[in-house]
């Protein structure tokens, strides 16, 4: 089964060239994960009395444009598969041009699509913990697939550049970690190449949870096709790895 979700594009989430910011698309994606979920009955309300949370491990995005401000936006999502300890939602992303933009629609129009997998943690244990036998996840499952290359992360030998960041209340969420969308903030106030009216895939991938008081180092690459990251913790450890792919 499939759910859609639409919002509107708000002045504060995009840049200056008027286009959503990559990291606050990923909000929008984690809220429909979340809000669906919830629906559902085991989302966060359901996990948390357990001990439980969601966590997103790994995320690819393409997007053949951004929505820009104003503009309305429709999430269509659905559960590929949850297999194991992972569960994976695909979305589709479509937009409907406001009367601020040059060619305004009464049409919603196919912009991006996107794949992600998600467990769920142990917030005591601080480990990944295979539920989906539990009779609340029954029936959830639609089954289509979206066909999406998985991009692999590599180590970053020479990089072109490092940023520290230090991990602050702000970047917290309710999970007691640094937010997902806080670490690809990070990474784009490092180093953002120019996408504007081109596609571009975003691939992030989760290793390790920063924690308050922590500091990462944001290591990045330019390449020919955009910019890969890295970004480790005080003992080395990779916490996240992502590469922006501009194609086109």
């Known amino acids: 089964m499939k ?3 639409e919002y509107e594009i708000k002045y504060q989430e995009v840049d200056g060239e008027k286009r959503l910011r990559l990291f606050n698309l990923e909000n929008y994606l984690l ?9 559902l009955g085991f989302g966060i309300a359901a996990l948390h009395p357990m001990g439980l949370t969601w966590i997103l491990t790994r ?7 951004l929505p ?3 503009e309305k936006v429709r999430f269509e999502t659905w559960i590929e598969s949850n297999v194991h300890m992972l569960s994976t939602r695909n979305f589709r992303i479509y937009a409907k041009p406001s009367e601020f933009s040059h060619q305004p629609s ?4 196919l ?10 943690l142990d917030l005591e244990k601080r480990e990944i913990v295979n539920v989906f036998n539990d009779p609340m996840f029954e029936g959830c499952v639609d089954g289509e697939v979206i066909e999406m290359a998985r991009v692999r992360m590599t180590t970053i030998p020479e990089p072109t550049g490092v940023v520290p960041h230090k991990v602050v209340y702000s970047d917290i969420d309710y999970n007691g970690h640094c937010n997902s969308c806080r670490y690809l903030q990070a990474m ?20 390790k949870e920063a924690m308050l ?12 096709d955009g910019v890969q990251y890295q970004q480790k913790n005080e003992a080395g450890e990779t916490s996240c790895s992502a590469k922006i792919t501009v194609i086109g």
């Open 213 to 224: 008081g922590e500091t990462l180092q944001t290591y990045y690459l330019v390449t020919e």
């Open 68 to 70: 820009t401000h104003c």
């Open 31 to 39: 809220e429909v994960a979340g809000t669906v979920a919830d629906e």
């Open 188 to 207: 784009t106030d490092a180093y953002l190449p120019d996408y504007y009216g081109k596609k571009v895939r975003l691939d992030i991938s989760y290793s």
């Open 111 to 120: 912009i991006g699509q996107c794949k992600s997998v998600w467990a769920v």
């Open 59 to 65: 995320l690819s995005v393409e997007m053949y444009e």
């Open 3 to 5: 759910y859609n979700y």
């Open 106 to 109: 009464d049409e919603w129009i």
